[in-house]
């Protein structure tokens, strides 16, 4: 498949080198020119194009920035063909986004805010997983604990090409229903950042408390902060996992 993915970022960079690895025609853009791309994104295949390149006959988009930016790219999205499958992993931290009025404290699903600015149906993926784990931990199918990613969107088709896609990049896909579920995979959710087995997942899901979970996740940003203070650095990432455990 063609794929275009709007956002070089951690993530961005991850997506690019597994799914050129697997053999995508991958094109991958920043917000700058396509040489300052860094290295690691092309180093199986991907493209640095220019973002108003990116999405142009794509078979599938992937958005990865920060959610302050999704007004931006709403135009990038807009070029891509009417049939592309569109894929967001994008989450909500109002200490980095900035505040956004349509989320803040309003209880709103996240991925129907993102949906509404790119006028077109979306599938959210790759947002329940940190930077450290998703270049750590991949396993084939099969494997004993292997780490699952929850998929939702309301396109059957296009959610399951999501999740092929999950599985591409070395997890098992796990079919989390509709987008307007899917607030129960955001930050502070039994279902962020905590590794979990497609065994653990539907209970995850199943005690996600909307109430409650935008203020799990500032007091984690809370705690973070307090550490790179302390410590002048974030703890590690199995330190970072045992927090989101505890927390969420």
């Known amino acids: 498949m063609k794929i275009g993915i709007v ?3 951690n993530i961005g960079t ?4 597994r799914l050129a690895r697997a053999g995508h025609d991958v094109s991958i853009a920043n917000s700058r020119a396509p040489q300052t791309v860094a290295d690691a994104a092309l180093s199986t295949g991907a493209a ?8 142009k006959d794509a078979d599938v988009v992937i958005t990865s920035v920060n959610m302050g930016q999704i007004p931006d790219i709403a135009v990038l999205v807009a070029q891509a063909p009417p049939d592309a499958v569109v894929i967001d992993t994008s989450n909500y ?18 991925s129907l805010w993102v949906q509404e600015h790119y006028g077109r149906p979306i599938t959210k993926a790759w947002n329940t997983i940190t930077t450290d784990s998703f270049a750590q931990k991949t396993s084939e199918p099969g494997a ?5 990613l929850p998929v939702a969107g309301d396109d059957a088709e296009a959610r399951a090409t999501a999740m092929a896609l999950v599985e591409t990049t070395g ?21 962020y950042t905590t590794d979990l087995t497609a065994a653990q997942l539907p209970g995850a ?34 330190r970072q996992l045992a927090l989101t455990r505890a927390l969420f």
């Open 14 to 17: 991850i997506l690019a080198r």
């Open 93 to 110: 931290f109002p200490h980095r986004d900035g505040v956004i009025d349509a989320l803040q404290g309003s209880g709103r699903t996240e």
């Open 48 to 55: 640095a194009v220019w973002a108003a390149d990116v999405t």
């Open 171 to 191: 997890f098992e896909a796990f079919d989390a229903g509709g987008l307007a579920e899917s607030w129960r995979q955001q930050p502070g959710t039994p279902a």
């Open 205 to 238: 899901l199943s005690r996600a408390d909307a109430n409650r979970s935008a203020r799990r996740r500032d007091l984690l940003w809370a705690v973070l902060t307090e550490r790179i203070e302390a410590e002048g650095a974030l703890p590690g990432p199995e």
């Open 7 to 9: 956002g070089a970022g």
């Open 144 to 148: 004993h604990a292997r780490v699952a």
